[in-house]
């Protein structure tokens, strides 16, 4: 069973430039979620989805955006890349919306980003 | 504001028993989730609490205590798998998961 698919899962990336990072989930959920994980700091939601067609943002959502297009796919974009964003950032699902559901949170492996 | 409390980093010894607490701080609560993270993974879901008391799952069990703003993770028996970062989230009147940075646990032989 896949789970999550995140790609990729590192990425050396110049400032300035636009990158998206892809999320694909086979659970059928209907809750996804970006989040950047710091050293030192908590998991920092980005934006998240609670169903396909519909966003919205989370704590740090400058400089990112997203889309749901369909169920399966979560894809994050950063339009101008900066060093700020050099982070290690998480997709994940959840079935749990509104506090219907298990609330168990699956995470992908991971996109590890460094901008220079 | 939001906030969640644990501690950053603790030490303990194989076959021994350790407890992680979190106290949190959220607008409105809907439970509290424990995680396991090792180092460079994803991080793996433990346990959810929405009513006081004891949850005992195997060789982990999780405390939740509303009144006070606290929940523990007890880890007994310890093995050195066990070496990972916990993470503790809380749940507000959202939905939103708010996450503590983790607690670091480092068992020693």
């Known amino acids: 069973t896949a789970g999550i698919t995140q790609a990729p899962t590192s990425q050396i990336l110049a400032a300035g430039r636009s990158m998206t990072l892809r999320c694909t989930q086979d659970m059928r959920h209907n809750a996804m979620y970006w989040y950047r994980q710091d050293l030192g700091l908590g998991l920092r939601l980005i934006h998240y989805?609670?169903?396909?067609?519909?966003?919205g943002k989370g704590e740090v959502p400058d400089g990112y955006s997203v889309s749901r297009a369909n169920t399966d796919d979560f894809p994050l974009t950063l339009a101008s890349a900066v060093p700020s964003q050099t982070s290690v950032y998480f997709c994940?699902?959840?079935?749990?919306?509104?506090?219907f559901g298990t609330g168990e949170l699956f995470f992908g492996e991971g996109s590890r980003l460094t901008v220079l | 504001g939001q906030n969640i409390d644990q501690p950053t980093e603790m030490t303990a010894t194989e076959g021994a028993i350790v407890q992680i607490n979190c106290t949190y701080q959220t607008s409105g609560f809907n439970g509290l989730f424990w995680y396991q993270q090792h180092a460079g993974e994803a991080p793996t879901f433990l346990s959810y609490?929405?009513l006081d008391g004891l949850e005992e799952k195997g060789r982990f069990s999780s405390f939740l205590s509303r009144s006070k703003g606290y929940s523990y993770l007890l880890l007994k028996e310890l093995q050195m798998k066990d070496s990972a970062s916990y993470l503790c989230a809380g749940v507000d009147s959202n939905y939103q998961l708010i996450w503590g940075a983790g607690t670091k646990l480092i068992i020693k032989p």
């Open positions: 994940a699902s959840s079935d749990w919306v509104g506090g």
């Open positions: 609490n929405v």
């Open positions: 989805s609670n169903t396909a067609g519909t966003t």
